[in-house]
Structure formats: C-alpha cells, structure tokens
C-alpha cells in the first residue's frame, strides 16, 4: 500500500480554506510544505471549489475576442450581423482603433 501525500489534518486545512484561488493555495501551500499547484489539485480531486485566475493581458485590459469587437463594430454602424465577416482576420489594435472611432 502506498503511503498518503496528505494526511486527514492537511486535508482539514485545504478543507477549511475552500473556496481556494491562486493566492490562498500559494499561501497554504507554505504552511503545508506543498507546492501550490499540488493544494490545488488536492482540493480539486476532494470536489471543492477552486476559483481560476481570469486571463488578462500584461496592460491589465480585459480579453476580448476579435469576433465579439466585430459584432460590437456591426452594432454600432447598425450593420446586420455577419455582414463583416472577413473583419475578423484584421489586427486586434485596428479593430480596437476603428470601434473607438465610430464609437
């Protein structure tokens, strides 16, 4: 029989500290002697909630599809939708740049 990576008390510990996110399993984690990644998956495979950290870009900006800037850029040129469907395929900073002016 192989031996347990976490005792019933660390579990306790993961236990008590649900919901996780990355900051509270990074700081459990230090107390547990475990890496962070390893709390997250425990508490994951005990069926407690982890709440993932959303994508942002380094500017902090939210992510935004292109498709949903060129359905926003049909919105407000009150274009039928799907009528700019090779707009897509242009930068994200020319898209950004044409909504901010016919906006």
Known sequence: MTSK???????QAITEASPLDIASAKDLAEKLGRK???VIAKAISMGLPYNAAKPARKDGTPIVRKAELVSAIEKSL?????????????TRSALDSLLSEIA
């Open 5 to 11: 990576n976490y005792t019933p008390e660390m579990e």
């Open 36 to 38: 962070p990644r390893s």
């Open 78 to 90: 009150s274009a039928g939708s799907g009528s700019l469907v090779g707009l897509e395929k242009a």
